[in-house]
């Protein structure tokens, strides 16, 4: 094998065990999400994630660093449902899509990032904790703009206003999806 035969091998090599380690960590994070923190152990994230134990060690040393992981790809996330939100041009429509994503994500199960936040180590849980203020953050934009609408009888102060809706988002998500969107335009109007 010539150097650059070995050198492409370990690329892929390298791009295999990476691949590996996120969806290890997005099955541990799914478990979390679906079970609740306390019924996710490192057997049932190896067999979500459709391998051994051993081979679960081989990546990750204990549960601690799984759920630690699963929450680095969260400012990912975060910016593709900022881009997504803002392809449309109305700050209500934008408004509903967050809405949606965001009951989408946390009727899927019964954890919370608060229950997340209990079982990471403490030097993960600054991930939770700058996550949701990206969602807060998301919300104050576009209920400033929501505001600054022609017609618009919303005149909340949209950074206090911003994290009540993100609390009401994350209670109605356990309603359904009419009731919470029923809440959010007496909100807003």
């Known amino acids: 094998m010539s150097g650059t035969e070995c050198h492409a091998w370990s690329d892929v090599r390298a791009s295999f065990k990476e691949s590996q380690r996120q969806s290890i960590a997005r099955s541990a994070l799914e478990l979390v999400m679906e079970r609740g923190s306390a019924e996710v152990t490192m057997s049932t994230v190896a067999e979500r994630a459709g391998i051994s134990r051993q081979t679960l060690y081989r990546y990750f040393p204990d549960l601690g660093s799984v759920?630690?992981?699963?929450?680095?790809?969260?400012?990912?996330?975060?910016e593709s449902l900022r881009a997504w939100v803002s392809e449309s041009p109305e700050p209500r429509e934008q408004?509903?899509?967050?809405?949606?994503?965001?009951?989408?994500?946390?009727?899927?199960?019964?954890?919370?990032?608060?229950?997340?936040?209990?079982?990471l180590p403490p030097e993960a849980r600054e991930g939770i904790h700058a996550h949701r203020q990206r969602t807060i953050d998301l919300f104050a934009n576009i209920l400033r703009a929501v505001k600054s609408a022609e017609g618009?009888?919303?005149?909340?102060?949209?950074?206090?206003?911003?994290?009540?809706?993100?609390?009401?988002?994350?209670?109605?998500?356990?309603?359904?999806?009419e009731r919470t969107h029923e809440l959010i335009n007496r909100f807003i109007n």
């Open 152 to 177: 618009s009888a919303y005149d909340g102060p949209p950074d206090i206003d911003a994290v009540l809706l993100l609390g009401l988002v994350s209670a109605a998500a356990e309603q359904s999806r």
């Open 95 to 119: 408004l509903r899509r967050a809405v949606d994503a965001l009951v989408d994500a946390s009727s899927h199960g019964h954890g919370s990032s608060e229950e997340l936040l209990a079982v």
């Open 67 to 78: 759920l630690s992981a699963s929450v680095e790809g969260l400012p990912d996330a975060d």
